[in-house]
T-cell receptor, first 113, second 111 residues
Framework: DSGVTQTPKHLITATGQRVTLRCSPR?????VYWYQQSLDQGLQFLIHYYNGEERAKGNILERFSAQQFPDLHSELNLSSLELGDSALYFC????????????FGEGSWLTVV | SQKIEQNSEALNIQEGKTATLTCNYTNYSPAYLQWYRQDPGRGPVFLLL?????KEKRKERLKVTFDTTLKQSLFHITASQPADSATYLC??????????FGTGTRLQVFP
């Protein structure tokens, strides 16, 4: 158990809908990362927050947004969902903003039908 | 653009042998490199971190090398066991606060 908690574990939703994925980092960790993993793309970096502030952005679609709250938990919002958004979404946390080990949650499986 | 390449073909080896996985990068100057293990449907698990000023790092049966001239990292598992079968991911980071992953190499260790 990495100490990173993600909910929900599984989610099935229809195209055009909006979902929110939630992540609670390990106790004491200030950094939260979001990754998308699909079969043909590998782990794609979406966004990184450190102590409530956005620190780096990857290839995150405009339909996707994220935030980190004062209690350090984070949410990834996915809207206007398309079939191609079906993937495993991972949250990871770390103590520092860079140069350290990151700990992954077990992921949220999103299926768009 | 930044690119990290790992052999997409699975590596099949016999138990007891040394497995060597390769990670190459282009258009990037990472300050550090990490290796993770991922089992199907699970989150990646950290194994080793090596910084740009380090040539080699070891942890039990694992060894990582980092050659900034060749832009390559090698990951070795000695005395491999069937329980080592998994996908292994390399990841690179710099001071940009991004941690970029390769697509991973699947290792299968046969008894």
């Amino acid at each position: 158990d990495s100490g990173v908690t993600q909910t929900p574990k599984h989610l099935i939703t229809a195209t055009g809908q909006r979902v929110t994925l939630r992540c609670s980092p390990r106790s004491g960790d200030l950094s939260v990362y979001w990754y998308q993993q699909s079969l043909d793309q590998g782990l794609q970096f979406l966004i990184h927050y450190y102590n409530g502030e956005e620190r780096a952005k990857g290839n995150i679609l405009e339909r996707f947004s994220a935030q980190q709250f004062p209690d350090l938990h984070s949410e990834l919002n996915l809207s206007s969902l398309e079939l191609g958004d079906s993937a495993l979404y991972f949250c990871a946390s770390a103590q520092l903003s860079s140069g350290n080990t990151i700990y992954f949650g077990e992921g949220s499986w999103l299926t768009v039908v | 653009s930044q690119k990290i390449e790992q052999n997409s073909e699975a590596l099949n080896i016999q138990e007891g042998k040394t497995a060597t996985l390769t990670c190459n990068y282009t258009n990037y100057s990472p300050a550090y490199l990490q290796w993770y293990r991922q089992d199907p449907g699970r989150g990646p698990v950290f194994l080793l971190l090596i910084r740009e000023n380090e040539k080699e790092k070891r942890k039990e049966r694992l060894k990582v090398t980092f050659d900034t001239t060749l832009k390559q990292s090698l990951f070795h598992i000695t005395a491999s066991q069937p329980a080592d079968s998994a996908t292994y991911l390399c990841a690179m980071g710099a001071d940009t606060d991004k941690l970029i992953f390769g697509t991973g190499t699947r290792l299968q260790v046969f008894p």
